[in-house]
């Protein structure tokens, strides 16, 4: 069982490697931490680590402690990241994509969202709802030509010809999700040997042109 989190610290964002503590007033427990895109929960840690800085401080004799590491994919729907109580839903604090260093990353620590989601990775889905935060972002984000790159490649793995570029590009940023919408309508999707859509942590989720 996890607890309300009372107190919170980040202690540094040190080459995409988030490291703090944090923890309840009392009790047994450990604080579990949530990682919000938007409304969308993209990851999750416990703060369950020694950490030497806490049990300097005087918090549960150093036993609560976190690390997480944050990824370009992170950053995908919005340019922050909402930490919050995962018991209580409180914010503690928010990351902006600035803030992450540049540098060479560590080795993977904590629980990432692909630890989250591990069971769902190559799940795929119909619904063209579920990646409407991803598309709208994208829409906003990038050039018309760009965007529908980026669609034909989701939808039909594959660049698009020169005649598909060019009747979709003028739907870009008007009407993104109809792009989609009409190339999963197309003969050329329904034919594809893998039924549904990748989901965006998938490994044939393609590249996010935002970080290219």
């Known amino acids: ?29 450990c604080t579990k931490l949530h990682f919000f895109a938007g409304d969308i929960l ?34 995908v729907l919005s340019d922050e990241i909402s930490i919050r109580c995962g018991e209580s839903g409180t914010e503690l ?11 060479p990353r560590k080795n993977r620590v904590g629980k990432s969202v692909e630890d989250l989601v591990s069971y769902a990775i190559d799940a795929r889905y119909d619904d063209l709802s579920y990646y409407e935060p991803i598309i709208t972002r994208l829409s906003r984000t990038l050039a018309p030509s760009k965007y529908v790159d980026f669609v034909y490649r989701f939808v039909l793995e594959r660049r698009p010809d020169e005649s598909g570029l060019d009747a979709y590009v003028r739907h870009a940023k008007t009407e993104p999700m109809s792009v989609a919408a009409m190339l999963k309508d197309s003969d050329e999707y329904k034919s594809k040997r893998n039924s549904g859509l990748p989901g965006v942590f998938s490994a044939d989720f393609p590249g996010c042109p935002i970080f290219e």
Request: charged letters at 20%.
């Open 1 to 29: 069982m996890k607890a309300k989190t009372s107190f919170f610290k980040l202690n540094s964002v040190n080459h995409s490697v988030l490291t703090g503590w944090a923890g309840p007033d009392n009790g047994p427990n």
């Open 42 to 75: 993209i990851g999750a840690a416990g703060a369950d680590l020694f950490d030497a800085g806490a049990k300097k401080a005087g918090y549960r004799d150093g036993w609560c402690g976190f690390e997480f590491e944050i990824r370009n994919a992170h950053f």
């Open 93 to 103: 604090h928010t990351l902006s994509i600035n803030d992450i260093n540049v540098g």
